[in-house]
T-cell receptor
Framework: KQEVTQIPAALSVPEGENLVLNCSFT??????LQWFRQDPGKGLTSLLL?????REQTSGRLNASLDKSSGRSTLYIAASQPGDSATYLC????????FGSGTQLTVLP | DTGVSQDPRHKITKRGQNVTFRCDPI?????LYWYRQTLGQGPEFLTY????????KSRLLSDRFSAERPKGSFSTLEIQRTEQGDSAMYLC??????????????FGSGTRLTVV
């Protein structure tokens, strides 16, 4: 059974810092890995999708990496802003998505 | 691409009542998923459809839960005889089947259920 773990569970940083969120998964048989953002009480917004054959994807200040053999992914956020405050969820896909519990990020002005 | 729509956004119901939620996926997506999310946790898989066929159901989906996707378009999730433990956010997502290794999942805004 696939298990996804996200560390840390919560993170608080001052504005402008670069930060890294970690995700690990137990079964490397995946189609892809997707990072989502969730604001309180809202649905999920897709940030980045990394296919199993890829090593990384970039979108603006976000960069996500994937090491399938070791079962790890990282989400790098550059020059963090208060508007980045949200919960970040990592999910791996085979025939359905399996999620971690998320990292709750607070960026302080 | 109008996104995935869910209705209602919020539902408050008394314990023992039945509730029904609706999801309208992206029109060209043939797979539709239901997830449940409780506070502080990631979403958990409930069930999914490929076109109108329900292909998989989680053990979380007790016999009080039923889902349909008539004609492979919108889907409904019904909970009968609601219990306080059913209080959660119910999320719907859709994707394409044959190219799902190239396409991610698109989620709706969710339906927040509160059972009092």
């Amino acid at each position: 059974k696939q298990e996804v773990t996200q560390i840390p569970a919560a993170l608080s940083v001052p504005e402008g810092e670069n930060l890294v969120l970690n995700c690990s998964f137990t079964d490397s048989a995946i189609y892809n890995l997707q990072w989502f953002r969730q604001d309180p009480g809202k649905g999920l917004t897709s940030l980045l999708l990394i296919q199993s054959s890829q090593r990384e994807q970039t979108s603006g200040r976000l960069n996500a990496s994937l090491d399938k053999s070791s079962g790890r992914s990282t989400l790098y956020i550059a020059a963090s802003q208060p508007g980045d405050s949200a919960t970040y969820l990592c999910a791996v896909s085979l025939w359905q998505l399996t999620f971690g519990s998320g990292t709750q990020l607070t960026v302080l002005p | 691409d109008t996104g995935v729509s869910q209705d209602p956004r919020h539902k408050i119901t008394k314990r023992g009542q039945n509730v029904t939620f609706r999801c309208d996926p992206i029109s060209e997506h043939n797979r539709l998923y239901w997830y449940r999310q409780t506070l502080g946790q990631g979403p958990e898989f409930l069930t999914y459809f490929q076109n109108e066929a329900q292909l998989e159901k989680s053990r979380l989906l007790s016999d009080r839960f039923s889902a349909e996707r008539p004609k492979g378009s919108f889907s409904t999730l019904e909970i009968q005889r609601t219990e306080q433990g059913d209080s959660a956010m119910y999320l719907c997502a859709s994707t394409r089947r044959r190219t799902e290794d190239n396409y991610g999942y698109t989620f709706g805004s969710g339906t927040r259920l509160t059972v009092v």
